[in-house]
């Protein structure tokens, strides 16, 4: 079926870093998403892009839509430690489906 | 705003017990899923319902069955479980923009184990 290549697979870094995560895919989606999950609850939407070149941000976060329609970015800016936690990529393929493809996760751990 | 509402939140089964996770939405949303969640795999789709009245497999339907009672509520089904059926199900739901599904919510979660 159609993945997500979603990198890298976890990161530690300390407090105040930045943080740059992404997803690659060989299928073009019209929507890209962006997830982040804590322990014992279901993923919480971030950011949603729906062009290609898109860039939006909310609050430290930024995410791009990627030219190709192929790839997407998520930074997160000056990391605190609740920022701690998986973050997911998803694709919704081109109008028609009603499928989304998510990634494997980034784990994020941010030293105090 | 309570969104996606899933019930249990945490169930343990033996091996071939058969029972049904619930799922309601009060976002007026058309499109409900089902989604398994294991270590290392991301999320799977199960099953999904584009709209009311209609379900479609997702890449891992095998030992699922599903039920769209109405808009508001999508269910899962497990007949005869097995263990590898041990992981956490989360529904979601998503609502039409134009011709276009667009973000998906997220319930919190029921985590299951067959044992």
């Known amino acids: 079926g159609q993945q997500l290549n979603q990198s890298p697979q976890s990161m530690f870094i300390q407090e105040g870093e930045d943080v740059s995560m992404n997803c690659t895919s060989s299928s073009i989606f019209n929507t890209w998403l962006w997830y982040k999950q804590d322990p014992g609850e279901g993923p919480v939407l971030l950011i949603a892009?729906?062009?290609?070149?898109e860039l939006t941000s909310n609050g430290r976060l930024t995410a791009q839509f990627g030219i190709t329609r192929k790839d997407s970015f998520l930074n997160i800016s000056a990391s605190i430690p609740s920022d701690v936690g998986i973050y997911f990529c998803a694709g919704l393929l081109p109008s028609g489906t009603y499928k989304y493809i998510f990634g494997t996760g980034t784990r994020l751990k941010v030293l105090a | 705003n309570a969104g996606v509402t899933q019930t249990p939140k945490f169930q343990v089964l033996k091996t071939g017990q058969s029972m049904t996770l619930q799922c309601a939405q009060d976002?007026?949303?058309?499109?409900m899923y089902w989604y398994r969640q294991d270590p290392g795999m991301g999320l799977r789709l199960i099953y999904y319902?584009?709209?009311?009245?209609?379900?479609d497999k997702g890449e891992v339907p095998n030992g699922y069955n599903v039920s769209r009672l109405n808009k508001r509520e999508f269910s899962l089904r497990l007949e005869s479980a097995a263990p590898s059926q041990t992981s956490v199900y989360f529904c979601?739901?998503?609502?039409?923009?134009?011709?276009?599904?667009?973000?998906?919510?997220f319930g919190q979660g029921t985590r299951l184990t067959v044992v």
């Open positions: 979601a739901s998503s609502a039409f923009k134009g011709v276009l599904n667009t973000e998906a919510f």
């Open positions: 976002m007026n949303h058309n499109s």
């Open positions: 892009l729906y062009k290609a070149g």
């Open positions: 319902s584009a709209s009311e009245g209609t379900t």
